[in-house]
């Protein structure tokens, strides 16, 4: 089955800077991958997705990118603000169901 | 709001105990994920349901079972619960297709004591 690895567990950086997650998926087959923000105690947010047959998808600050042939996608937030500050999980769907990363825990500091 | 409806939002009762978790999804969509998140954990794939059936199962213990009625909205019953099932439940719903993102609901918090 799928499975999807997630880096970094964790991130720290200054306001203004930009941010990178990466995550990795095993199954080719994966076509599907959206990307949430968590804040403590809530529900997953969907906060952009990309499908197998786009390279790079953009949504103001947020970005994501996708490299089927090296199957990985990356998760970029340029002037990071410091309510970006959330846990953030990437995900990736192949058969019925999505396979999630373990999270990014994303800090902004003023 | 997500459109995706969970209650209830609190439960906390005792070792031993069963209890049910009730979801509502979006309206017009016809797939129902569970998912478990303890304490500074990540997302827990549970079981998955389409249109009344079951269509996908990860790590639901014996004691988990859930169901998908004919309304669409889905139950998840926790039985002989144990201090480590303390955790977030998640509902999710999605509509049909593969490449369509699937909406959370806000959670059910239950504290075993």
């Known amino acids: 089955g799928e499975n999807v690895e997630q880096h970094p567990s964790t991130l720290s950086v200054q306001e203004g800077d930009s941010a990178v997650i990466k995550c990795t998926y095993s199954?080719?087959?994966?076509?599907?991958f959206p990307w949430y923000k968590q804040e403590l105690g809530k529900r997953p947010q969907l906060i952009i997705d990309?499908?197998?047959?786009?390279g790079e998808k953009k949504d103001q600050r947020i970005a994501v990118t996708l490299n089927k042939t090296a199957k990985h996608f990356s998760l970029h937030i340029t002037e990071t603000q410091p309510e970006d500050s959330a846990v953030y999980f990437c995900?990736?769907?192949?058969?019925?169901?999505?396979?999630f990363g373990p999270g990014t825990r994303l800090s902004v500091l003023p | 709001d997500s459109g995706v409806t969970q209650t209830p939002k609190h439960l906390i009762t005792a070792t031993g105990q069963r209890v049910t978790l009730r979801c509502s999804p979006r309206?017009?969509?016809?797939?129902v994920y569970w998912y478990q998140q303890s304490l500074d954990q990540g997302l827990q794939f549970l079981i998955q349901?389409?249109?009344?059936?079951?269509?996908a199962k990860g790590n639901i213990l014996e004691r988990f079972s859930a169901q998908q009625f004919p309304d669409l909205h889905s139950e998840l019953n926790l039985s002989s619960l144990e201090l480590g099932d303390s955790a977030l439940y998640f509902c999710?719903?999605?509509?049909?297709?593969?490449?369509?993102?699937?909406?959370f609901g806000d959670g059910t918090r239950l504290s075993i004591l």
């Open positions: 995900a990736a769907r192949g058969g019925q169901n999505f396979v």
């Open positions: 199954d080719s087959a994966s076509n599907y």
């Open positions: 990309i499908r197998s047959n786009v």
């Open positions: 309206s017009g969509d016809l797939s």
């Open positions: 349901y389409y249109n009344g059936e079951e269509r």
């Open positions: 999710a719903s999605n509509q049909r297709g593969r490449d369509q993102p699937q909406h």
